[in-house]
């Protein structure tokens, strides 16, 4: 059984995933550890429970979710992984940190990309790629089946959906693949968003304003 754990990070307020398999392999999901004190805390976490990490995984490519990229993958000698339509706000990375008052070095270069559909295994943990562009361009979602969650990123929040007023964002767009790739799910599925509280699929058909 896979265990989800979140530590919220930077002035954002970002959930962290880290998910890891019975193994102890793991995945690292949108690392916003920005400030050392946050990377202290992943790194600690990771090691106390002899967790060993296999990859990076950014649901989307905003600054807030990617701040820890560049430290997670030298710390932890891993790569990581992202949607290749997401490549704009990588290569814009450094300016639109500033705009936001973070000092960063340019992001590295996604190890791969990932893309509707795909399985990634970590483990016996398996992760489906859903694409949901609307909040931005290169948006995934990730279901794990067999646990019952996904892992929804600046999609779909607990009584929310993402901002589509930044660069590539579509308020239909958006508003059409939550109802058809993530609305279609089973209600029970737990909902881990990128911001705030987790929720259900269920709760989020029966409550959300935005439906």
Do not use: W
């Not at 790569?79 to 992001?107: C, Q, R, S, T």
């Amino acid at each position: 059984m896979a265990n989800i754990h979140t530590l919220v990070f930077n002035d954002f307020q970002v959930n962290t995933f880290i998910v890891a398999d019975k193994s102890g392999d793991c995945v690292i999901v949108d690392p916003g550890c920005y400030y050392d004190s946050e990377r202290k805390t992943l790194s600690e976490y990771i090691t106390s429970n002899h967790l060993n990490v296999d990859r990076v995984i950014n649901t989307h490519c905003h600054i807030d979710h990617i701040l820890g990229n560049s430290f997670c993958c030298d710390y932890f000698q891993t790569g990581y992984y992202a949607h290749k339509a997401g490549m704009f706000f990588i290569e814009h990375g450094v300016a639109h940190g500033a705009n936001y008052g973070f000092e960063l070095d340019v992001p590295p270069a996604p190890t791969g990309f990932i893309d509707e559909d795909e399985i990634i295994l970590v483990g016996e943990m398996e992760l489906k790629v859903l694409y949901i562009p609307g909040h931005a361009d290169g948006s995934i979602c990730l279901v794990n089946e067999k646990e019952e969650y996904v892992i929804t990123g600046d999609v779909l929040f607990n009584g929310g959906i993402g901002r589509t007023d930044l660069p590539t964002g579509d308020y239909d767009m958006l508003i059409n693949g939550i109802r058809k790739k993530l609305f279609t799910l089973p209600d029970n599925f737990a909902v881990y968003p990128g911001h705030g509280p987790a929720s259900t699929i269920g709760n989020e058909k029966r409550s959300n304003p935005f439906f």
